[in-house]
């Protein structure tokens, strides 16, 4: 069973910058395209950035275009979204994951960012 563990999250300002890291089997990141996605209360999983894991093409939603940034060390295993001007619609439980999972419903627990006003 392939684990990810997110950490990162917690309580910012509007405007405001966090780095959430995630940390994954290190071959997964060599073989499988891995996302960020995040869940607002009473809403369903949003795919807010991905990364492939041949040429590192990213692609992002447009409510984070600009603002998040992704990036990934395959070495160490661990991926990382950098958010920036965080916005309280920013608000959710992050996850980090492949493309894969999500589409199956696999999910970790997640690491929980609050933008407040």
């Known amino acids: 069973q392939v684990q990810f563990l997110e950490s990162g999250g917690g309580l910012v300002q509007a405007g405001g910058s966090l780095r959430l890291s995630c940390t994954a089997p290190a071959i997964i990141f060599t073989t499988d395209t891995v996302a960020w996605y995040r869940q607002a209360p009473g809403k369903e999983h949003e795919l807010v950035a991905s990364?492939?894991?041949?040429?590192?093409?990213?692609v992002y939603s447009d409510s984070v275009k600009g603002r998040f940034a992704i990036s990934r060390d395959k070495a160490k295993g661990t991926m990382y979204l950098q958010m920036n001007s965080l916005k309280r619609e920013d608000t959710a439980l992050y996850f980090c994951n492949t493309i894969w999972r999500a589409g199956r419903d696999y999910w970790g627990q997640g690491t929980q960012v609050t933008v407040s006003p």
């Open positions: 990364m492939s894991p041949g040429d590192d093409n990213t």
